[in-house]
């Protein structure tokens, strides 16, 4: 068992693309990391997504899941990050000391600064409460995933997956290739919850039929699933009488949303912000716990790995900055940063007024076409995005100088 | 496949006591026979124990004012709590005696609350005290009401943990549980009784059934006049610790008159949940343990009109549980227990329409068989307590104190190896869970033992290190089931593996 170091400059916790790239960002600034992950092997989620699509912002590559992973943790290494692995933090307290459990080891460690980067979780059937029996053969689509390419198991020959995230879409591909029959996608919104290029590469590729504006509506079989049936929604959110069909199938796959896992930030006292369900944040990434900061799927859901790798670094530089004391990120965050209409949320939520620029994380509300996302403060625009066309599946960034703010900022479609 | 039985050999021999159903009930007389020199059977169709309606209810121990003076339910209730508590004591089961608060959201609903009152003082209850709003408010923060009964003395208990826990002590001690038994028949013979089931016959001097929602049919099939039972199905939310966080005792509605339940209650769970239920609502068929989505916005509706902060967003399971209930939907409200002897068979013992609060009442029904029927033929002795082997239900780890958890990483490193998230169970837990007794290896039942799967993230995060565990172990992918080999969670490998 080797010793790791209990009294370190910055901690981060979760060592998937996020928190690896803060890990590396901050050492690289000078200070002394330690990156702490629950898994035996570093990458998180990255390591089970054997499929190809990372990197493309990040190194202008197309990298698989894996391989993205271990450019993130070369780049650790080679800034000196301590990596601790099979490592579960089960409490941070808001001075910065960390309960740390591992085989053999329950020990704490002491930080100036924590990084919070432990991703997120899969909505379960049970939050969705999906009426009908409780058999064998429902599984989120991650778990199905990490099942499938991890473990070597067949989870089932006749599948149904409700949801269209992007795990589910994957895994629709994922499951023909080894031999299932996927019978359909169900979507209970009008427009697919996933990218654009999944719908086209992993159910039209394939002829794996997709259902808008329909969910699974009752789950049938003792023991093991047997079918389900599925009904349309209309735009009020309410089931069409008559419209119900039933699906043979043995198993049900469910794609239908990540919660950021926040309870650990939770008992630390961080502030939750409640659209996001990840922290409420400043320009650095800093939480409302002073050092305690956050990035990645923890913050808010990313639409792509790269995002979440680039946002890390961006903590990672701040935490850093926050230990040495070089710039201020602990200067009162005044200027309060709002979604207006068409916009979902914003992150970060607060800023700095003496940032100059801030870039902004932000998802729409629903589809559109050409539109132009503004960032408004008093009479002046402080930031302007320009799209062809919005939708709620893809994360949109605009950049804000705050500058020539005057006030708190809202952002807005137009 | 699941290792159904403890020890086979016994099916050839006549037992003393042959049990059917492995319920609270049942377990509960498994666990006071096993104090007792004589040979013990329990025989139950599921793969575990608990599976029924007595995993499947609100977990609370009642105080014992819900039922008229003179009546077995009332008599067992308060005998059965005491019982019940002094049981939790000796296994390690975890309980707590929270109060409860029963609340009028309308005046008239005040007389309802005064006739409870006054019932629960006839039994015995103490305590009592009809109290205003704001004292209600003071004792369950951010309850809206005009009235309401405390009764401090109602509690909360695993119900799951506490029948699993008595039948492990009692398979420790020498009681054979036949585990995937489906009896269907009770057969009186020359020399004994036999139980006839599609597995194999168990052969008893004495039968006692205990099978739920199952007994009325049953009984019929030797006591033709044996009454019908009515499954009456009961649906539960389950919310996050989260919401357990600010709610410390059950708050139940003024009951509902002619109902065939308590009215939808928010109770608190010796973990730290909250459940939220039940409905009431008959069915044909007694395994129909669906849930609807009109009855789960029902439940949420009822439950918010009491507690307005109710956190909807904080779901994260359903359950449904069968009430045996003896009343038929024409006539509504409770029927009695009905303990019954077969007319011309000596040693049958019926044990009929046991619902609400059989949980509580289960080790005075026990206590009952034993002292009032079997011990006035029978001189069985007591096992002396140096002899007997004791398997408590563990402690969990997420509640230890931070020193006794270094502490235990310290004597079993597996401690410090937390493989379900959401509710901190350590692999030496899963692994203490896993060697049951009764050899119960599905998933839900190492669930009900050591909690793994059963947070709010339903098992995202700990199903795969379950997995990696047991294939560690020697599973092959067809061998993980969820309830029994009818639930396998897989159907195979996806490429051979070399198994040398």
């Known amino acids: 068992m080797t010793e790791y170091a209990h009294t370190v400059d910055v901690a981060v916790i979760g060592g998937g693309p996020a928190g690896l790239a803060a890990a590396a960002a901050a050492a690289r600034e000078g200070a002394d990391v330690l990156l702490i992950d629950r898994n035996p092997q570093l990458g998180g989620i990255l390591n089970q997504c054997i499929h190809d699509g990372f990197g493309l912002h990040a190194f202008g590559e197309v990298l698989t899941g894996p391989e993205f992973a271990h450019r993130y943790l070369h780049q650790a290494l080679d800034a000196g990050v301590q990596l601790q692995s099979h490592t579960l933090v089960t409490h941070l307290s808001p001075d910065g000391a960390l309960t740390c459990s591992r085989y053999g080891a329950r020990e704490t460690v002491h930080t100036k600064a924590t990084v919070l980067a432990m991703g997120c979780r899969e909505r379960t059937r049970g939050m969705i409460r999906i009426p009908g029996t409780r058999p064998a053969g429902v599984y989120t689509a991650g778990t199905a995933q990490w099942l499938t390419n991890m473990a070597n198991i067949r989870i089932g020959r006749r599948v149904v997956i409700l949801g269209s995230g992007d795990i589910g879409l994957i895994m629709a591909r994922r499951l023909t290739w080894e031999g299932a029959e996927v019978v359909a996608v169900i979507e209970k919104l009008p427009y697919p919850s996933g990218l654009p290029r999944n719908i086209n590469q992993c159910l039209l590729d394939y002829d794996i039929p997709l259902h808008l504006s329909h969910s699974v509506t009752c789950i049938h079989g003792k023991d093991r699933v047997e079918r389900v049936t599925v009904s349309r929604f209309d735009e009020h959110g309410c089931t069409v009488p008559g419209s119900e069909f039933e699906l043979a199938c043995d198993t049900l796959l469910l794609s239908v949303g990540l919660i950021p896992e926040n309870e650990l930030s939770r008992h630390a006292g961080v502030a939750l912000d409640r659209t996001t369900c990840g922290a409420d944040v400043t320009d650095t990434y800093m939480t409302s716990v002073p050092g305690v900061f956050s990035c990645g799927n923890v913050l808010h859901i990313h639409d792509l790995a790269d995002w979440a790798a680039e946002e890390g670094e961006r903590a990672g530089v701040s935490a850093a900055q926050y230990v040495d004391g070089t710039t201020r990120p602990s200067d009162p965050a005044s200027v309060a940063v709002r979604p207006g209409d068409g916009v979902r949320y914003v992150v970060p939520q607060r800023a700095r007024q003496t940032a100059e620029t801030v870039l902004l994380s932000l998802r729409v509300t629903a589809p559109r076409g050409p539109t132009t996302i503004r960032a408004v403060s008093g009479d002046a625009v402080v930031g302007e995005l320009r799209l062809r066309k919005a939708h709620p599946a893809t994360m949109e960034q605009v950049t804000i100088r705050l500058s020539d703010a005057s006030g708190d900022v809202e952002v807005r479609c137009e | 496949m699941n290792r159904t039985t403890c020890k086979k050999d016994t099916a050839d021999q006549t037992v003393d006591v042959a049990i059917i159903g492995a319920g609270v009930v049942g377990s509960s007389l498994a666990y006071a026979l096993s104090k007792l020199r004589c040979s013990v059977a329990v025989i139950e169709k599921e793969h575990d124990v608990g599976t029924g309606a007595s995993g499947r209810n609100s977990g609370v121990i009642h105080a014992g004012l819900n039922y008229a003076p003179d009546t077995l339910r009332a008599r067992f209730c308060m005998r059965g709590r005491d019982l019940l508590m002094a049981w939790c004591d000796e296994l390690n089961v975890p309980y707590t005696v929270c109060g409860k608060l029963i609340v009028a959201s309308r005046m008239k609903e005040i007389d309802g609350l005064r006739r409870l009152q006054s019932m629960g003082e006839a039994n015995g209850v103490p305590g009592m005290a009809l109290i205003g709003p704001d004292q209600a408010a003071a004792l369950q923060p951010g309850i809206h009401c005009v009235a309401a009964l405390h009764v401090p003395s109602s509690g909360i208990v695993s119900p799951y943990a506490f029948t699993v826990a008595m039948a492990e002590e009692a398979a420790v001690n020498g009681v054979t549980f036949y585990l995937g038994w489906n009896a269907e028949r009770i057969r009186p013979t020359d020399s004994d009784l036999a139980i006839d089931a599609p597995q194999g016959t168990i052969r008893a001097r004495w039968v006692v059934n205990a099978a739920g929602i199952h007994a009325g049919r049953l009984a019929q099939t030797v006591d033709p006049s044996a009454p019908d039972l009515f499954p009456c199905v009961g649906e539960y939310l389950i919310l996050d610790k989260q919401a357990g966080e600010s709610l410390g005792m059950s708050v139940y509605p003024a009951p509902p008159v002619g109902g065939a339940g308590l009215g939808v209650h928010l109770t608190p769970t010796t973990e730290g949940n909250v459940l939220l239920g039940p409905s009431d609502e008959y069915v044909d068929d007694p395994e129909q343990t669906s849930c609807t989505g009109k009855t789960a916005d029902r439940l949420l509706s009822e439950a918010q009109a009491m ?77 002396p307590a140096s002899e007997r082997v004791r398997r408590p239900w563990p402690t969990r780890f997420d509640e230890l104190p931070e020193e006794d958890k270094a502490q235990r ?68 992918p067809e061998q993980f089931t969820l309830r029994g080999p009818a639930s396998p969670s897989f159907v195979g490998t996806l490429i051979e593996e070399d198994h040398d």
């Not at chain 2, 956190?311 to 009343?327: D, F, Q, S």
Request: glycine fraction near 10%; proline fraction near 7%; charge should be negative.
């Open chain 2, 307 to 383: 507690w307005p902060d109710l956190p909807a967003n904080l779901v994260i399971g359903a359950y449904a549980g069968i009430r045996a209930k003896r009343t038929s939907p024409e006539t509504g409200g409770f029927g009695d227990f009905l303990i019954r002897r077969t007319p011309n068979v000596d040693r049958i013992i019926h044990l009929i329409g046991i619902e609400s609060p059989g949980l509580t009442a289960a080790p005075a029904i026990a206590e009952h068989v034993i002292q009032e029927i079997l011990l006035a033929c029978e001189s069985w002795d007591p096992v």
């Open chain 2, 409 to 476: 990483v310290a004597d079993d490193p597996d401690h410090g190896d937390i493989i379900c998230r959401c509710e901190g169970v350590t692999k030496a837990e899963f692994l203490h869970a896993l060697s049951n007794p009764l050899g119960v290896k599905t998933l839900t039942g190492i669930k009900y033992r050591c909690r793994a799967t059963m947070g709010r993230c339903s098992g995202g995060y700990c199903l795969p290190r379950i997995v990696e565990i047991l294939r560690d172990e020697g599973w092959a």
